[in-house]
Every structure is written in structure tokens, then in C-alpha cells.
């Protein structure tokens, strides 16, 4: 196993009230996996994916990475076990602007004391891997929303992570430019990278093996994905589900 989550909860604290984000989640993920996490809005995907990948604290409850108990970590041993093991994909790419392709995915091995000449054989290796070969020097505003996509995703995969965490990796592209994205994360799942992913599109979703729904901070659901038509259904079913709760509580008062 090279996930396990285990009765995990992440409350916020606003003012009076407790924002349970996350209640009592636990998911075991084995190595190869690649999961589709879907839920609507507020259910607590991003939380998980943030908590999951040692970004965000939790309030309750264990992480267990490649068999160590990685609840109790500090800061330091966060972010270097987040620079070996693990790779981040966010929707709205987080580069930074000013800095060149090469160099905005040499960042990580800048963190791990990767030396220069070393830096930048990898950075153009992952460069190439994702179809930007000829782009080294430019910088995020010089390329197109779906080339800084796949400048974000090398930089993810440069340090070789073990997990890939992704949170809606083809919400903020055109759907040619998200078809890219979502044939890269197959090949690297193919290739053997263990990858969680959050989307609200059930055709991405689909791209994925497994299938985990979130509702209310918790997994309302997980399984196989067999289907695109299935994915579609089980989604909607509990996106009604919410709708008709809502309207129940409406029709008591
Ligand atoms: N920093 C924060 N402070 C307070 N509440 C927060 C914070 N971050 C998230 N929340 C709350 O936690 C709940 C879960 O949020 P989260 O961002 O995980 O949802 P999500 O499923 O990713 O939604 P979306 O599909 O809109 O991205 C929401 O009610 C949200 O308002
Ligand atoms: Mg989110």
C-alpha cells in the first residue's frame, strides 16, 4: 500500500461555527492506482487532496505513506518527504511568471541540492516527455494555457514523486488542450505513477480506475470504474441526492 488515510478529519473553525471539511475520511491506496475523485462543490476534494499530499495540517486522524506514520511529521520533514514522494498538479498551474519553463521545473531539484548541469539535463528531459522540447526558454505568459499545464505537470514529475495528486488538471483548459493533459496522466499512470485526481467532469473522470465520491466531507462512494455511463450516473445520482435533501428541508419548514 503506498496510501493510507486513515479516520482523518480537517475542521475550520469560523467565528462560532465548526466547517467539517473532512469527517472521519479514511481510503487505502495501492501503488499503480489511479483515482477519479468527484463530489459537488464543497464537498471536500481539494481539502483531501491538500491534507492527503502533507500541504494542509489535519485536525484528526493518521497518514500513512510508504509505511511510515507521517501524521506526526514537522515542517521540515513535510516539505522534504512532499519534494521526494509526491507531485502536485493544481488547476490554475502555479507558476511562477517571470521564470522560464526550464526553470520553473528545475524548482524542485533546486530544493533537493540537485547540482546545475544535473538540474538541467532533467528539467529538459521532463520538458521534452511532455511535447515542449523547443519551449525551454519561455515564460508562462509567453506559452498557451495548455503548454503551462504541461510545464506545471513536469515540474510535478521532475523529482520522479511516487504519488501524483492533481485537482481539476483540465478545469481551466479548452478542451483540445485538456485532451493532452489527460492522455499525459494515462501514460504516466501506464507507466507505473500512482495518480489521485479531482474533477467535476465525468469524461475525465472516466480516464481514471477507480472512482471515489465525496459528499459533506465524506466518501459516499468508492469503486471500479467500468464505464464512462456509469461514472455519469453515479455523480448525478449524488448531486440529486443533495437537491432532494435540500428540498425536504425546505418542504419541513
Ligand atoms: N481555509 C478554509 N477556511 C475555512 N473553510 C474552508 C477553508 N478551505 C475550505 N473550506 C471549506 O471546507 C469545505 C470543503 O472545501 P473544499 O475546497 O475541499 O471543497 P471542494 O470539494 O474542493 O469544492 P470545489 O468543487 O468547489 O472545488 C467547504 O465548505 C469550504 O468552504
Ligand atoms: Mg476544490
Redesign the pocket.
Known sequence: MILKINKVSKH?Q?GDNV?K?LNNVSLEIEEGEFLAIM??????????LQVASMLAHLTSGQINLKGKDVTEYNEIERSKLRNQEIGFIFQQFNLLPRTSAIDNVALPLVYAKVNNSERDRRSIEMLQKVGLGDRLQNTPAQLSGGQQQRVAIARALVNNPSIIFA??PAGNLDSKSGEEIKKLLIDLNKEGKTIIM?T?EPDDASIAKRLVI?KD?EIVNDSKIKSKKEVEKKNHNIIQDKLSKKTKLKKKK
Do not use: R
Open positions: 475550520y469560523m466547517i471539511a463530489g459537488p462543490s464543497g464537498s471536500g476534494k481539494s481539502t483531501f485537482d481539476e479531482v467535476h465525496f466531507g
